[in-house]
């Protein structure tokens, strides 16, 4: 069975630095990709970050420059570097992963607010 | 990148049919996915690829697509449907992903 249990949450202040971890049961993170997909309060999905097997990275514009990510292979794992983290970036953090297109298994998520 | 449209709310009333629909550029190359999210929960799969349930999900939720719409239809809406319910695909360049704004659907 595949599972997502994101770690790593919490209070930061603005432009402040956060490094948020995935890690998945059921499946290799060399084998498929790991997506990041955050939500604000009360607001829609938004598309993060992604990491795909062959480790190529891809970031939406909200936050190029300011996060990174990265893979633990022997650890099965992935990370979210943020920094320079801003208000706007308050949000719930889903590890997401699937096949192609398909975003097909979801984490429980992980809190990230900033505030002063 | 590209956008995807989604109406903010759709009401239905109980047993009734319901379609729910996203459109932009992205869906004449990809098939969008769908996902329900319930209050306080993260969001779940329900349609992915031309019309296609994950197991658990129920027959009366069925996708569809033609050129840059695609459209989620729910028959006989039952209460435990009522969700937000949000389209995704890839964007033109297919690297990232774009999802649409959401729709609020309320079983009445």
Same mark, same amino acid.
């Given at each position: 069975?595949?599972?997502?249990?994101?770690?790593?949450?919490?209070?930061v202040?603005?432009?402040g630095?956060?490094?948020?971890?995935c890690v998945?049961?059921?499946?290799?993170?060399?084998?498929?990709y790991?997506?990041?997909?955050?939500?604000?309060?009360?607001?829609?999905?938004?598309? +993060?970050?992604?990491? #795909?097997? %062959?480790?190529s *990275?891809?970031? &939406?514009d =909200?936050?190029?420059?300011?996060?990174?990510?990265?893979?633990?292979?022997?650890?099965?794992?992935?990370?979210?570097?943020?920094s320079?983290?801003?208000?706007?970036?308050?949000?719930v953090?889903?590890?997401?992963?699937g096949?192609? +297109?398909t975003?097909? #298994?979801? %984490?429980?998520? *992980?809190?990230? &607010?900033? =505030?002063? | 990148?590209?956008?995807?449209?989604?109406?903010?709310?759709?009401?239905?009333?109980?047993?009734?049919t319901?379609?729910?629909?996203?459109?932009?550029?992205?869906?004449?190359?990809?098939?969008?996915s769908w996902?329900?999210?319930?209050?306080g929960?993260?969001?779940?799969l329900?349609?992915?690829?031309?019309?296609?349930?994950?197991?658990?999900?129920?027959?009366r939720?069925s996708?569809?697509a033609s050129?840059?719409?695609?459209?989620?239809?729910?028959?006989?809406?039952q209460?435990?449907?009522?969700?937000?319910?949000y389209?995704n695909?890839?964007?033109?360049s297919?690297?990232?992903?774009?999802?649409?704004?959401?729709?609020?659907?309320?079983?009445?």
């Amino acid at each position: 069975e595949v599972q997502l249990v994101e770690s790593g949450g919490g209070l930061v202040q603005p432009g402040g630095s956060l490094t948020i971890s995935c890690v998945p049961s059921g499946f290799s993170v060399t084998t498929n990709y790991i997506s990041w997909v955050r939500q604000a309060p009360g607001k829609g999905l938004e598309w +993060v970050s992604v990491i #795909y097997s %062959g480790g190529s *990275t891809y970031f &939406a514009d =909200s936050v190029k420059g300011r996060f990174t990510i990265s893979r633990h292979d022997s650890q099965n794992m992935v990370e979210l570097h943020m920094s320079g983290l801003r208000v706007e970036d308050t949000a719930v953090y889903y590890c997401v992963t699937g096949v192609g +297109v398909t975003m097909s #298994y979801w %984490g429980q998520g *992980t809190v990230v &607010a900033v =505030s002063s | 990148s590209s956008e995807l449209t989604q109406d903010p709310a759709v009401s239905v009333a109980l047993g009734q049919t319901v379609k729910i629909t996203c459109q932009g550029d992205s869906l004449r190359s990809y098939y969008a996915s769908w996902y329900q999210q319930k209050p306080g929960q993260a969001p779940v799969l329900v349609i992915f690829g031309k019309d296609n349930r994950p197991s658990g999900i129920p027959d009366r939720i069925s996708g569809s697509a033609s050129g840059d719409t695609a459209s989620l239809t729910i028959a006989g809406a039952q209460a435990e449907d009522e969700a937000d319910y949000y389209c995704n695909s890839r964007d033109t360049s297919g690297n990232y992903w774009v999802f649409g704004g959401g729709t609020k659907l309320t079983v009445l």
